[in-house]
């Protein structure tokens, strides 16, 4: 019986995550640069995962989809206040700057928390994934690998093999 509560919890929770995500088109609408404020965006989209200072006195706030969703959107609030900028950062341009030899605290600031983090203690190696979509919509994975010292090794990207529309083409 504590199995189908748990599993019925889990269901709850993934609905509720996808949920969170197809609103915040409708979210995102409401808010305007150099009017809307940070009180307006926490009241939009709830407490962040991380909030990162920027130079000048400026905040980014880090909202988190993964890992069932395929974005993460850092939420720019100047030194006045005021909204500046909303960016979903996974994207090609960004995957692009993540290159060997950068530290992994550098890609989380520009990724953002990854969808999953999985260590191969036999291979000194740990993967960080994260989930995004390529257009036309097609479900995509980013990894990135680093080492015991948390430098990147090297990245990759390819089909979300864990993304519903991939499993049921199996």
Request: hydrophobic share 40%.
């Amino acid at each position: 019986m504590a199995l189908i509560y748990r599993s019925s919890a889990l269901v709850a929770a993934a609905f509720s995550l996808l949920a969170l995500t197809a609103c915040d088109p409708q979210r995102i609408s409401e808010l305007q640069p150099g009017v809307s404020t940070e009180a307006d965006v926490r009241d939009r989209f709830g407490i962040p995962e991380n909030v990162w200072d920027e130079p000048g006195g400026a905040r980014t706030l880090e909202y988190n989809r993964q890992p069932a969703g395929q974005v993460n959107y850092m939420i720019t609030i100047g030194p006045d206040g005021r909204l500046t900028a909303v960016r979903q950062v996974l994207t090609p341009e960004n995957f692009a700057r993540v290159q060997p030899g950068m530290r992994m605290d550098e890609v989380r600031r520009l990724l953002g928390k990854p969808a999953k983090v999985t260590p191969y203690a036999l291979k000194n190696e740990t993967w960080a994934e994260w989930r995004f979509l390529k257009p036309p919509g097609e479900a995509q994975m980013f990894s990135v690998v680093h080492g015991p010292d948390h430098v990147v090794l090297r990245t990759q990207t390819g089909p979300d093999t864990e993304a519903p529309e991939f499993r049921g083409s199996r």
